[in-house]
């Protein structure tokens, strides 16, 4: 008896001990939380990281009463701690930082080695290396994203993540999905480069707290927070195709817990330009306007922070032969023509507790909604659609018994109202619907604090279409040695395909439209289902004395359903049907970076594509896509003189294999592509001088080496004949293009 009451005394003080902590807020100078500053007890591994706000929780260790508190760029400061309490620390700015932290502090691109979803954070530094005026031109100096242009009409930007178009990558800001259903074609150019703070890429399924939708990663967008921004901030830039943009920025900040900011938007571009003298258009007319206000208030010690955003925006586009005038050819066959006008506006707002006695501890909410209005016409196909979406996340996060032992779980509401209207070569057909969904997540993290992690998650949600069904996800980080992290990661993903939405470059083409195994509950198709599987190994070292690594990605995702696009079947005819088969894509990326000198930086990287699927008429590769590409991007800076004086140098170059062209062998020979585009190369450059801490011109240049694709539209000279075609782009249409563009703020 005396020995069962022994061991249960030891079990009871142990679990006490375990739940004894050491919590508290790491803040700088400002009282600004500082985010992933390190706390650890010395001589141990054990120790954590702070959160968004800045707080942290970390066990009692009777090893040691040290805790070493750390930030890049900051003076680290050690702490007795002798009995669980909560403490507030404030750091002070380092007056002596060493070059390998200044390099570390300022990198515009970076990958931890700590986390175990496998994502690149790419900062607004990163956005300024190249004519980022949208969401959709800021991946060219990325080598993970994969841009082109989508159609030869729409002047609009697709982009691919491990061979797999937008559609299968959740797209969000701020955690919030945003770029999905009726926005799918055009919503990445909604949102102005100025705006963002940072990009996160997560190749791979993704998080369950996010969504069930992701298949291929997740992309999201940070904007930029107003108790961090500058009362004023003005961007101007014009460009040779006669595209004008103006991006301001207004902040005020009402007191240490209340800030607002104003963005304002306009662009345009005014001139007809045909470079490759086929009578049409190489980009649209256009113009938009579009504003965000933004309201941010934190209270740290009671531990609330909250966001508001209201944001209205009109797009206009025009398009078409030189010659087409809307008021007098609109729906004739005079001229083609085509106009694009949508309308947007969006509320949402997220509010945040964090429980001041134990920091661990937080619940989050986010709501909402989405008013999307598209009307368009191409040619004589029309295609109008109004989505409105409401959207509600609610979040718990905390701990189970220590710091290492995390968990995430909530609810979440998603309802989407279409009203869809469609002609393609005969009258409007009603295909609208509503889609509601409700589900329940939870997601468990494991953190050792020092070589492994874990993220285990799975979600249970209820569709009025797709059904109920079960969403797991796993993603594990090991480091086997110093500065190498592998990760792996599998997970599942389930979407229903807005054919019309996703495939709006279709529009611009003669092909009928037709729909096959009409028995679903989505245009008559069945959902989309796909596994992703993922292995990545990176590691980091020391080349001639300079900064390097190396990585290697390797994904692979199979469809167990598919809403396959047929290109194939017929050059007149695009036909949607279910998989009846197999369809998959294997990605491989090889990744190398160094700094070759002083304010020098070099990356590389080699991808490597095998997509194929099952068509009505055999298996072939995913039209469109190369199969190899190379990509290389060169940075360099002067160093900083007085008041900010400062050179900056930006080179990118990418190399496309042959890609596989949609078969047109049943045209009459005018109007036949060869099987296989030619491989080419694209090279971008610009160059940045900053005269000073609140000014800075720029200028650069876009396909510099001028290459251009040929027969860019098939058909164009009898747009209202059955082999038009402008959907079947792989290259550049436009040629060379210019621009400059100035930034000035107001600190």
């Not at 679903?520 to 796909?530: F, H, Q, R, S």
């Not at 095998?610 to 896509?625: A, H, K, N, S």
Request: charged share 20%; aromatic share 14%.
């Amino acid at each position: 008896m005396y020995k069962y009451f022994m061991f249960l005394l030891m079990l009871v003080a142990q679990i006490a001990s375990a739940q004894e902590k050491v919590s508290g807020t790491i803040t700088d100078e400002k009282d600004q939380p500082l985010i992933g500053a390190s706390v650890i007890w010395k001589d141990s591994t054990v120790g954590t990281m702070t959160n968004e706000q800045g707080q942290f929780e970390l066990p009692m260790n009777p090893g040691s009463h040290e805790i070493a508190v750390s930030y890049v760029g900051y003076e680290t400061v050690t702490l007795m701690v002798h009995e669980p309490k909560v403490i507030t620390v404030k750091l002070q700015a380092s007056k002596t930082l060493d070059e390998v932290v200044v390099k570390t502090k300022k990198n515009s691109l970076s990958r931890s080695y700590l986390k175990p979803l496998n994502t690149q954070t790419m900062s607004s530094k990163e956005l300024l290396k190249a004519a980022c005026c949208n969401l959709s031109e800021s991946f060219e100096t990325n080598p993970s994203i994969d841009v082109n242009f989508s159609d030869a009409i729409s002047g609009s930007k697709q982009i691919k993540m491990l061979g797999l178009t937008s559609p299968y990558i959740l797209i969000a800001e701020e955690n919030i999905p945003s770029v999905r259903g009726a926005s799918q074609a055009y919503g990445l150019s909604f949102t102005p480069g100025t705006w963002v703070e940072s990009i996160q890429i997560t190749k791979g399924a993704g998080s369950v707290v996010n969504g069930y939708e992701s298949i291929s990663g997740q992309i999201n967008t940070e904007l930029i927070k107003p108790a961090d921004d500058i009362p004023f901030f003005l961007n101007a830039y014009g460009s040779t195709d006669s595209r004008f943009e103006l991006n301001t920025h207004f902040n005020k900040k009402f007191s240490d817990k209340l800030s607002s900011s104003l963005f304002v938007h306009g662009n345009t571009r005014v001139s007809k330009n045909d470079m490759n003298d086929d009578g049409f258009l190489d980009n649209p007319l256009g113009k938009q306007i579009n504003v965000m206000n933004r309201w941010q208030y934190n209270d740290l010690e009671k531990g609330w922070v909250s966001f508001l955003n209201v944001r209205y925006m009109r797009d206009e586009k025009q398009t078409g032969q030189k010659s087409f005038d809307p008021d007098r050819d609109k729906l004739t066959t005079n001229y083609w023509g085509s106009e694009i006008n949508t309308d947007k506006l969006d509320l949402s707002s997220k509010i945040g507790y964090v429980f001041p006695d134990t920091p661990w501890k937080s619940i989050g909410f986010q709501n909402s909604f989405n008013y999307h209005k598209q009307e368009s016409y191409f040619g004589l196909n029309q295609y109008n659609i109004q989505q409105n979406s409401f959207y509600s996340n609610l979040i718990y996060n905390s701990i189970i018994s220590n710091t290492l032992h995390k968990f995430a779980t909530g609810l979440n509401f998603t309802s989407d109202d279409y009203n869809e209207f469609v002609a393609v070569n005969g009258p409007l057909t009603d295909v609208s619907r509503r889609d509601n969904s409700v589900g329940a997540f939870f997601e468990y993290t494991y953190d050792n604090t020092d070589n492994f992690s874990l993220v285990a998650g799975g979600r249970f949600d209820v569709h009025n279409r797709l059904g109920a069904f079960f969403t797991p996800r796993i993603h594990a980080r090991y480091n086997p040695w110093e500065k190498a992290v592998l990760r792996a990661s599998v997970g599942r993903g389930k979407r229903s395909a807005n054919i019309f939405a996703e495939n709006q470059n279709l529009f611009a083409t003669s092909r009928d439209f037709s729909v096959l195994n009409a028995n679903g509950k989505v245009y008559g198709l069945d959902p989309e289902i796909a596994w992703n599987y993922g292995i990545s190994f990176t590691q980091g070292f020391t080349l001639f004395g300079k900064k390097a690594d190396v990585s290697l990605d390797y994904y692979r995702t199979d469809f167990q359903n598919q809403a396959v696009v047929d290109l194939d079947f017929s050059p007149q005819e695009v036909v949607f049907h279910n998989l009846d088969g197999k369809s998959y894509a294997n990605s491989l990326q090889l990744d190398f970076n160094v700094d070759l000198m002083t304010h020098l930086t070099i990356r590389t990287a080699y991808k490597f594509y095998d997509i194929q699927t099952d068509y009505l008429t055999g298996t072939f590769e995913r039209p469109l896509q190369a199969k190899h590409r190379f990509f290389t991007n060169l940075a360099y800076e002067t160093h900083i003189k007085e008041k900010g004086k400062q050179w900056k140098f930006d080179f990118t170059y990418n190399w496309m294999g042959k890609q596989r062209l949609p078969n047109t062998s049943s045209n009459p020979e005018p109007y036949r592509l060869q099987e296989f585009s030619n491989p080419f190369s694209v090279m971008n450059a610009q160059v940045t001088r900053t005269f000073s801490s609140v000014f800075e011109a720029y200028i650069g240049g876009e396909n510099i080496g001028n290459y251009k694709q040929k027969n860019a539209i098939l058909g164009a000279d009898d747009p209202f004949g059955p082999y038009f075609d402008s959907s079947m782009i792989y290259a550049p249409i436009f040629g060379q293009m210019y621009y400059a563009g100035i930034r000035f703020k107001i600190k």
